[in-house]
C-alpha cells in the first residue's frame, strides 16, 4: 500500500520528535515512523536532560518553539544550574526527569499535533530516483512516498550490543536493531561508518545503604528550560528527588581489572569508535591507572520505580564482573540490578557529506539528524532534529523562508556551533557539545537564547505568537532596566552605609549605578531596597510579571559584562564578514596550485560554502584563505 506525504521522518528518538513535531508545525503533511509507539523519545542512557553546553542548546531548541524544554519541565524530578560559581557564559541548566512520564508527554503532544501521523513500523529501504529521495519502504510492505525524507534512526542502525564475551543483535536493550536500511543508503554513494557508545547498570534502590552515601539535592529557585510561563510548563517540585554520591574504591578496581580479557573494548571485540567525554569505567582504569577512587552518582529514574541509574559507571565487562566489583563499594554490598550495562556498536554517516540545512549533498531531500550524524546526546539530536525539521518543511513549501535554507551562524547558537562542526570538520569519535567548542560563549549564554532566536523562529511561522510577544515584553524590561542603572547616579553619603553592609568598598566620589553594578559582591537584589528610587522603577518595569526573578537575572548579566559582550560581538561581527563571501562552485580545489596539496583535498571533499567555513577546515591554513582572497579579487 502506498501512502503521500510531504516529510516522512524514520525514527522517534529526540532528533525525530523535534523533526517530526518543526516540519508538522509548519504546515507540512508529515509521518513519524517508529518501530515501537511506547518507546517514543525514549532515554536510552541516562534519564536527565541538558548539562554543560546541552543545557543551553535545549533552551535554544525551546526558542525555536520545540518542545524539549516543555517536555522536561513537565517531568523534571530535580533542576540545578551548573557552573553558578562561574561566569554566566557556562551556567548550563540540568533537570532529572521522569523516563515513563517523559516518553508519555511527548507522545501526548505528537499525537496532538496538526498535520502529524505516527506510525509503528521499520524502515526497510530508501527510496531514490536520479539521485532525488522519494520515500521509504517498511517491513509491513507499506510503501511511504514523500517529497523529503529524515533519517533519525539513532543507534540502530546494524546495532550490536556486548555484554563481555556476548553479542547481541539490538539498537538498545530489549529492541530490535535495524538490519538493512544502512545498506540502501550507501549504496546511493552516502559513506558510512561505525560508532560506539555504552550505557551503565540499573539498580534497585531498594537494596542501596544510602547512609553511606553523600545526599545531592537540586535547586530550589525560578529556573526552568522553556520560557514559558510556569503555568504552562510547571516543574513539579514538590516531587523532587535527590541524587547521590558514592566511589569507587581499589577492591572495585582490582576485580574490573582482572575482568579486562573478556572486555570487548580490550580483547579485540570491538573495533568501532567510543566516546572521549564520557567513557566505560574500564577506560578510566585505563587512562588513569594511578587514580584509587572515581566518582559515581545514582539517579532517579522516576516518581514511582525503584529503579536507578548508576552514572559514571558505563561498561561492557561480564555481567559478572560488573556485579561482583560493585558490590565492593560498601552503599552497594546487598546491590540487586535490573540489568547490566552494555556498549553497544552501530551505522552513522560521515556528516561532511551534508549542507549546513541537514541536507545530503549526495541526494537530494534526504536529510540525516542525531546520532546517524555522529553525535551523542539526546540534546545535540533534538538541535538537529529541529534544523532538519524546518528545512524539510522549506523544501516542501518554497514560501517558508522565501525557499532559503534556515540555518544558524556559530554567534548565534551552539546548534549552529554543533552544525557547523559536524559538516565542516567531521567526526573521528562520538561527537559532544562543551562551551569550549564555540567561541563566541558569552554572547550564547542559556540566559538569552530568546532573545537570539525566538525572532527568527516566528518570522518563519513555527515559534508562536504567545511565545514572541512574551520574549518582546521581556526584552522591553531587560532594556528599561539596563537604562536606568545606565543614566542613574548615585550619592557616596547615601549609599556607603549600604555597601559597607555588603562588605564591599565605599564610594570616594559619586558614580552611575551601572558601575556600582559592576562589582563582584553587588547585585540588583542586595543594592536595590537601599535605593528607593530603584526599586520602586524596577516595579514599575516589571508590575505582576512572574518572570520578575527571571528578567532581573537577565537584565544584570548584561549589566555587569557589558564590556564582554560588546567587544566579542565585535569580533563575531569580522567573522561575519567572511560568512558573507560566498565561494561554492568558484573554485577547481584540485588544480589550485597555489595552496598546499592537503588543503586542496580538504577543500574538494567538504566544498565550503563560505570562506568563513573554508578557514575552519582542518588542514585549511590561514595562508591559504589569504590566497582565495586575492583570486576572489581577481
Not at 180 to 192: F, Q
Not at 377 to 405: D, H, K, M, R
Not at 578 to 599: P, V
Request: net charge neutral; aromatic share 8%.
Amino acid at each position: 500500500m502506498i501512502f503521500n506525504y510531504d516529510v516522512v521522518v524514520v525514527g522517534a528518538g529526540h532528533a525525530g520528535c523535534e523533526a517530526a513535531a518543526a516540519a508538522a508545525n509548519l504546515g507540512a503533511k508529515t509521518c513519524l515512523i517508529t518501530m515501537d509507539m511506547n518507546k517514543i523519545a525514549q532515554m536510552s542512557c541516562n534519564p536527565a536532560i541538558g548539562g554543560i553546553a546541552k543545557g543551553q542548546i535545549v533552551r535554544e531548541v525551546d526558542a525555536l518553539g520545540g518542545y524539549t524544554g516543555i517536555v522536561t519541565d513537565r517531568c523534571s524530578l530535580q533542576f540545578r544550574m551548573l557552573n553558578l560559581s562561574k561566569g554566566p557564559a557556562v551556567w548550563s541548566p540540568r533537570a532529572q526527569c521522569d523516563r515513563a512520564k517523559f516518553i508519555q508527554t511527548w507522545r501526548e503532544i505528537l499525537e496532538n499535533t496538526p498535520n502529524l501521523q505516527i506510525w509503528q513500523d521499520q524502515a526497510r529501504e530508501l527510496i531514490v530516483e536520479g539521485q532525488e529521495v522519494k520515500g521509504v519502504k517498511t517491513y509491513y510492505g507499506a510503501e511511504f512516498r514523500a517529497k523529503c525524507v529524515i533519517i533519525t534512526a539513532g543507534t540502530f542502525l546494524n546495532g550490536l550490543m556486548h555484554i563481555g564475551r556476548v553479542k547481541i543483535p539490538g539498537g538498545r536493550c530489549a529492541e530490535a536493531a535495524s538490519l538493512e536500511l544502512t545498506e540502501s543508503i550507501t549504496k546511493h554513494g552516502i559513506r558510512a561508518d561505525r560508532m560506539k557508545t555504552g550505557t551503565p547498570v540499573r539498580i534497585d534502590k531498594r537494596s542501596v545503604d544510602f547512609s553511606l552515601m553523600e545526599k545531592q539535592d537540586g535547586d530550589h529557585d525560578f529556573h526552568q528550560f522553556s520560557y514559558l510561563p510556569t503555568e504552562d510548563c510547571a516543574v513539579s517540585k514538590h516531587n523532587e528527588l535527590p541524587c547521590w554520591i558514592c566511589y569507587t574504591n581499589t577492591a572495585v578496581h582490582d576485580t574490573l581489572r582482572a575482568g579486562l580479557a573478556d572486555s570487548p573494548l580490550y580483547n579485540g571485540q570491538i573495533q568501532s569508535i567510543g566516546p572521549r567525554y564520557c567513557p566505560s569505567i574500564e577506560t578510566k582504569l585505563h587512562t588513569f591507572p594511578d587514580k584509587d577512587e572515581h566518582m559515581l552518582f545514582l539517579e532517579p529514574e522516576g516518581e514511582s520505580t525503584n529503579e536507578m541509574y548508576l552514572n559514571g559507571f558505563s561498561s561492557s565487562l561480564p555481567l559478572e564482573t560488573q556485579l561482583t566489583a560493585l558490590r565492593q563499594i560498601p552503599a552497594f554490598r546487598n546491590l540487586q540490578i535490573y540489568r547490566p550495562g552494555y556498549a553497544i556498536e552501530y551505522d552513522f554517516f560521515d556528516p561532511t557529506q551534508l549542507t549546513h540545512s541537514l541536507e545530503s549533498k549526495v541526494v537530494k531531500d534526504l536529510f540525516f539528524a542525531g546520532q546517524v550524524n555522529g553525535t551523542t546526546g539526546y540534546e545535540e539530536a533534538a538541535g538537529q532534529g529541529v534544523i532538519a525539521g524546518i528545512n524539510a518543511a522549506i523544501n516542501c513549501n518554497s514560501t517558508l523562508n522565501n525557499g532559503e535554507p534556515f540555518t544558524l551562524k556559530r554567534n548565534e547558537a551552539y546548534i549552529g556551533v554543533l552544525i557547523d562542526d559536524l559538516v565542516t570538520k567531521g567526526v573521528d569519535e562520538p561527537y559532544r557539545m562543551f562551551t569550549s567548542r564555540a567561541e563566541y560563549r558569552i554572547l550564547l549564554r542559556q540566559d538569552d537564547a530568546d532573545m537570539r532566536l525566538t525572532e527568527r523562529s516566528y518570522q518563519l511561522g513555527l515559534a508562536k505568537e504567545e511565545r514572541y510577544q512574551l520574549m518582546k515584553t521581556k526584552k522591553e524590561k531587560i532594556e528599561a532596566i539596563a537604562n536606568f542603572v545606565a543614566s542613574f547616579s548615585l550619592k557616596p553619603s547615601l549609599i556607603n552605609p549600604a555597601l559597607e553592609t555588603l562588605g564591599t568598598t565605599p564610594l570616594r566620589h559619586g558614580c552611575k549605578l551601572e558601575e556600582l553594578l559592576g562589582r563582584p559582591q553587588i547585585n540588583i537584589s542586595n543594592i536595590a531596597p537601599h535605593i528607593e528610587p530603584f526599586a520602586k522603577e524596577l516595579d514599575r518595569i516589571i508590575g505582576n510579571d512572574k518572570r520578575r526573578e527571571e528578567i532581573i537575572e537577565a537584565a544584570e548579566i548584561l549589566i555587569k559584562y557589558k564590556g564582554y559582550i560588546y567587544r566579542e560581538q565585535q569580533m563575531a561581527d569580522k567573522m561575519i564578514r567572511l560568512e558573507n563571501i560566498k565561494i561554492q562552485g568558484k573554485f577547481d580545489y584540485l588544480n589550485m596550485t597555489q595552496i598546499s596539496i592537503e588543503a586542496r583535498q580538504k577543500l574538494q571533499a567538504i566544498q565550503p560554502q563560505t570562506l568563513a567555513q573554508a578557514s575552519r577546515i582542518p588542514g585549511v591554513s590561514p595562508s591559504d584563505i589569504n590566497i582565495m582572497l586575492v583570486l576572489m579579487g581577481r
